[in-house]
């Protein structure tokens, strides 16, 4: 019996969730749902219905594991705590100052109706998180330090296109080498803002438009580029969908810290992800965690989890014999 | 209520778990047990006691959690069945080969006594375990690659000071850097014993010693060397102690993987530690699942398990709100 699994926004999120279900034997995509016509939707795998999210609750008992993937900002706040009445959920949910909120919310909803809904899945949060967390737990006298990139922020990217006579941007988010460098030396360095990350901008211009004032406008925009040395090319529309139409992205969580009775002896711990595809790898983590969801909510466990909350067994299609046998 | 926690034997390991008890406010240790007579072993914590492993059943009540700090080849297969009995414990144990067999025996004594086992806790096996797990489970269709090093093998070392004539002697290994590139660059390279590692020895010879003939040994040592590119340097005592007295070591665990509907994707997991104290790292892990261990207990689990089977959340000191606010 194969985990029949709903997802729930077509995007490139969605998307991400449709191939790596593919990827994995034990999952089924029962059904698409959107807020467009579903007429208007066309999907990739034959064997999965694409119907209207106003119809959700119908799937009530044909879908295991609903994935939703909406935007953090305006869609799964109010999205994850509605559809854990009707099923297990996944989300993930990054407005990390918002997630004690949002976890309550989805808790509540969640246990109310006897389902598992997991929260803020993917890289970060998610797979970042979680080495955050073993690291911290191993090396309590230490400094944590993250970098992301080399990537594309879609935040970014959007505040430049939101700049008038801008008609098409992609901004990447550059982790400095030497900043990387000097946290693996274990010197423990302070990093500002600036230190650590650079930004670099491509820019298509509407016709007439003044580069040069624009380019002073996307350097001083407070919050996006201010506090960063920010690099800006205006390219052609072509040069533009030809080099920088793909959503790579990636990062490093390390962690410096010490051991002994004096502590003499340093020690570094570093995760880090290279990513063709943003959205096709956090896709990859909500599926895993989809399966996690599957088996919490068939041993009659309920309520809101993190990745913080869920054994690592719980992600693998192995048997536990299986992984001790070949991985552990 | 502190976590009280007993050290079964004291060698480096088992010094390295009472360096890292005092870096954790919420554990003490209460007793370390010996074979050596107790008055001939000098232990760093004041307030703890040095008792003979013979009375180690006087302690059932006294010590929430045992980290068994023996071997793998002799002591564990036995130690870790037999004291599961008096306490929840906590082993290294890391004969890959015979973990299924190892958590059997303490599985079936574990769940008869109503006590929690963690075995297998460490880096190799251990984070690095974890971390094969969870890159396994987000890219299903990819491909593993562990390099160790750069540090001292115990094992290698060994066998270089049991041949005729060695003095004494320090073995690295090296992971090759070239090999490593290939792996990150994604192109899924088979790598051959010889092309992961090379290995360094450090050798003090006996007066009157044949090098030219030892160096030859060393280099054609089946197992151990003939399968690597060996460096055999001859060094006086001297240099050996100021210049290799440390353990060091580390290594890279690494998934190179795909996605998207028709695997146009690719994708790089990597986990690396450079350890300044392989034992003290070893122990610092050892310590936070010790945490686990009494938690799981104190919630009326029992039986054995490893570094799969439990939640993230329960290696930290912090709660779960704690961690939600601060890691995730």
């Given at each position: 019996?194969?985990?029949?699994?709903?997802?729930?926004?077509?995007?490139?999120?969605?998307?991400?969730?449709?191939?790596?279900?593919?990827?994995?034997?034990?999952?089924?995509?029962?059904?698409?749902?959107?807020?467009?016509?579903?007429?208007?939707?066309?999907?990739?795998?034959?064997?999965?219905?694409?119907?209207?999210?106003?119809?959700?609750?119908?799937?009530?008992?044909?879908?295991?594991?609903?994935?939703?993937?909406?935007?953090?900002?305006?869609?799964?706040?109010?999205?994850?705590?509605?559809?854990?009445?009707?099923?297990?959920?996944?989300?993930?949910?990054?407005?990390?100052?918002?997630?004690?909120?949002?976890?309550?919310?989805?808790?509540?909803?969640?246990?109310?109706?006897?389902?598992?809904?997991?929260?803020?899945?993917?890289?970060?949060?998610?797979?970042?998180?979680?080495?955050?967390?073993?690291?911290?737990?191993?090396?309590?006298?230490?400094?944590?330090?993250?970098?992301?990139?080399?990537?594309?922020?879609?935040?970014?990217?959007?505040?430049?296109?939101?700049?008038?006579?801008?008609?098409n941007a992609k901004q990447y988010t550059i982790p400095?080498?030497?900043?990387?460098?000097?946290v693996r030396s274990g010197s423990n360095p302070e990093l500002t803002t600036?230190?650590?990350?650079?930004?670099?901008?491509?820019?298509?211009?509407?016709?007439?438009?003044?580069?040069?004032?624009?380019?002073?406008?996307?350097?001083?925009?407070?919050?996006?580029?201010?506090?960063?040395?920010?690099?800006?090319?205006?390219?052609?529309?072509?040069?533009?969908?030809?080099?920088?139409?793909?959503?790579?992205?990636?990062?490093?969580?390390?962690?410096?810290?010490?051991?002994?009775?004096?502590?003499?002896?340093?020690?570094?711990?570093?995760?880090?992800?290279?990513?063709?595809?943003?959205?096709?790898?956090?896709?990859?983590?909500?599926?895993?965690?989809?399966?996690?969801?599957?088996?919490?909510?068939?041993?009659?466990?309920?309520?809101?989890?993190?990745?913080?909350?869920?054994?690592?067994?719980?992600?693998?299609?192995?048997?536990?014999?299986?992984?001790?046998?070949?991985?552990?």
């Open positions: 019996m194969k985990t029949r699994i709903g997802i729930l926004g077509y995007g490139n999120l969605g998307r991400g969730v449709e191939c790596a279900i593919r990827q994995n034997e034990d999952m089924e995509l029962a059904a698409v749902f959107t807020r467009r016509t579903p007429s208007s939707v066309s999907i990739l795998t034959k064997s999965a219905a694409v119907c209207s999210v106003d119809d959700v609750a119908d799937w009530k008992d044909k879908i295991d594991v609903m994935i939703l993937c909406g935007g953090s900002a305006t869609d799964l706040p109010h999205q994850t705590p509605e559809y854990v009445k009707y099923f297990n959920v996944i989300d993930s949910f990054d407005t990390h100052a918002r997630i004690p909120e949002h976890f309550a919310n989805v808790d509540a909803a969640a246990k109310a109706n006897a389902h598992i809904g997991i929260i803020s899945v993917g890289w970060d949060p998610g797979m970042f998180s979680l080495n955050r967390l073993y690291a911290n737990a191993i090396l309590p006298d230490g400094k944590d330090y993250t970098f992301w990139g080399k990537g594309v922020s879609q935040g970014h990217s959007d505040a430049l296109r939101r700049i008038e006579d801008v008609k400095v080498n030497s900043a990387l460098e000097a600036r230190e650590k990350h650079t930004r670099e901008c491509f820019v298509v211009l509407e016709e007439g438009a003044d580069a040069a004032k624009i380019e002073q406008e996307i350097k001083n925009m407070p919050n996006y580029f201010a506090d960063y040395d920010t690099t800006v090319h205006f390219i052609s529309e072509e040069e533009l969908l030809t080099n920088h139409s793909g959503i790579p992205h990636g990062g490093f969580v390390l962690r410096s810290g010490v051991t002994g009775w004096n502590k003499e002896n340093k020690h570094l711990i570093e995760y880090s992800l290279k990513l063709d595809s943003n959205p096709e790898f956090t896709a990859s983590v909500l599926v895993a965690y989809a399966r996690a969801a599957h088996r919490l909510a068939q041993e009659g466990q309920s309520g809101c989890k993190t990745v913080f909350d869920i054994a690592p067994a719980y992600l693998s299609a192995k048997s536990g014999e299986e992984l001790r046998a070949s991985m552990l």
